[in-house]
Every structure is written in structure tokens, then in C-alpha cells.
């Protein structure tokens, strides 16, 4: 069992940076691939960001390309997003994910443990 806790979260300007983090506990992340997903008021969950398990390889949703990085550090068994140039339409709550698969995942449905969610809120 992992368990994945969100920090980081919180309500900025236009343009500000942010850093999420996901920290697991139970088992070690370094044999999982990792992903962020977001959700907005109203809409389903979407798709952000994904790295594989050494952290060679990640894939972006074309929304945040440029402007989002994923990374990872296995030894303190934690996932980053690093956020900058934030708009308005990145508000939503944030989810990290861990998927037992090694390769970078896009699909929800392939994670197996999930975090409660940090909210992101950009105003403008």
C-alpha cells in the first residue's frame, strides 16, 4: 500500500510559480511511475503530467508544456511539479498518483494509489 500526501497548494497571481509536492509513505516510489492530475469546479479529472520511474522520461499535457516540470527524487521518495507563468486556467485541485507500471502513464485509470488532492487557485 503507498500512501501519497499533496502540499504546496495555494492562491496566487497570474504569472506567480508554485511547487507541489507529493510525498508516499508504505513503500518506496522508486519502482513506481508517477503522475499529476487536476480538476477544476465543474469539469473531470484531467491529465497533467507523468514520469517514469528513473525519472528519464516525462510527458506533458499541451496546456502546460513549457511552463510545468515533473521530477522526482527516489531517495526522499517524493514527486515535484514545479508551476510557473500560472493562469487563471490552471486553478483547480491537484492529485498526485502512483502507477505500479514503470513507463509514463496517461490514462487515470492505469494509477493504482492516488492522494487527497491540494487546491491551486490563480487569480487574475
Known amino acids: 500500500q503507498v500512501h501519497l500526501v499533496e502540499s504546496g497548494g495555494g492562491l496566487v497571481q497570474a504569472g506567480d510559480s508554485l511547487t507541489l509536492s507529493c510525498a508516499a509513505s508504505?513503500?518506496?516510489?522508486?519502482?513506481?511511475?508517477m503522475g499529476w492530475f487536476r480538476q477544476a469546479p465543474g469539469k473531470e479529472r484531467e491529465f497533467v503530467a507523468t514520469i517514469s520511474w528513473s525519472g528519464s522520461s516525462t510527458y506533458y499535457t499541451d496546456s502546460v508544456k513549457g511552463r510545468f516540470t515533473i521530477s522526482r527524487d527516489n531517495a526522499k521518495n517524493t514527486v515535484y511539479l514545479q508551476m510557473n507563468s500560472l493562469k487563471p486556467e490552471d486553478t483547480a485541485v491537484y492529485y498526485c498518483?502512483?502507477?505500479?507500471?514503470?513507463?509514463?502513464?496517461?490514462?487515470?485509470?492505469?494509477?493504482?494509489?492516488w492522494g487527497q488532492g491540494t487546491q491551486v487557485t490563480v487569480s487574475s
Open positions: 498518483a502512483a502507477s505500479r507500471r514503470y513507463t509514463i502513464q496517461l490514462l487515470s485509470a492505469l494509477y493504482d494509489y
Open positions: 508504505g513503500r518506496t516510489l522508486s519502482s513506481y511511475a
